[in-house]
């Protein structure tokens, strides 16, 4: 089956990089996410990665996609306090891209002044 | 637009009470999701829909009924509560051609 597997914590000094990980098992994988949810929030697109493609740069964040070996991960340069969130990797087996997600336990973030 | 909404923001239940949260969209969307979270788990699917009048059995449906009666509503039931259940429940809606889902702001559930 499906499992996504990310740390429950990192905290970065502000100005720093955060580096946030994800592992995944299904090599069939069409589309990975990262979801951004702010306290009392509801989850955010942040970015999306086709599984044909190794890297994605968006203004200040950078996905990496490893796909030998199944890993995902998230570059926030210039970390700020606004970056304090609980961040999640996700995953979809659909062609549509936004079928049935599977969610990691996400990553909580702080940004240490 | 106010996007996707749900009704209640918090409930506390006693243990074999049933409720419906509400979940309503504006976005014209086909997909509809519900999702729990739970501290160290992520989100995990309870049922979805991919259009109105269908639903479909997620990761962990059990305790758990739903229905699409209209394309802009996703109601979530639960027959009979259990602490089980507590939790913070999310809708999400999605069009079928994009790569987003969009997502509520959240019910927070409390079953004693």
């Known amino acids: 089956g499906e499992d996504v597997e990310q740390s429950l914590f990192l905290s970065v000094r502000e100005g720093d990089s955060s580096v946030i990980n994800c592992t995944y098992t299904?090599?069939?994988?069409?589309?990975l996410y990262w979801y951004k949810q702010e306290p009392g929030a509801g989850l955010q697109l942040l970015t999306y990665?086709?599984?044909?493609?190794d890297m994605k740069q968006d203004q200040r964040l950078t996905v990496l996609l490893n796909k030998k070996d199944k890993h995902l991960s998230l570059r926030i340069a210039d970390t700020q306090t606004g970056d304090s969130a609980i961040y999640f990797c996700?995953?979809?087996?659909?062609?549509?891209?936004?079928?049935?997600?599977?969610f990691g336990t996400g990553t909580r973030l702080t940004i240490i002044p | 637009n106010a996007g996707v909404t749900q009704t209640p923001k918090f409930r506390v239940l006693k243990t074999g009470q049933s409720m419906t949260l509400l979940c309503a969209q504006d976005?014209?969307?086909?997909?509809m999701y519900w999702y729990r979270q739970d501290p160290g788990m992520g989100l995990r699917l309870i049922h979805y829909?991919?259009?109105?009048?269908?639903?479909a059995k997620g990761e962990v449906p059990d305790g758990y009924n739903v229905s699409r009666l209209k394309k802009q509503n996703f109601l979530l039931g639960l027959e009979s509560a259990a602490p089980s259940q507590t939790s913070v429940y999310f809708c999400?809606?999605?069009?079928?051609?994009?790569?987003?889902?969009?997502f509520g702001p959240g019910t927070r559930l409390t079953v004693t």
């Open positions: 996700a995953e979809t087996l659909s062609n549509f891209g936004n079928e049935k997600l599977t």
């Open positions: 299904d090599s069939s994988s069409t589309y």
């Open positions: 990665i086709f599984s044909n493609m």
């Open positions: 999400a809606s999605s069009p079928p051609d994009g790569y987003e889902q969009y």
């Open positions: 829909s991919v259009g109105e009048g269908t639903t």
């Open positions: 976005m014209n969307h086909e997909y």
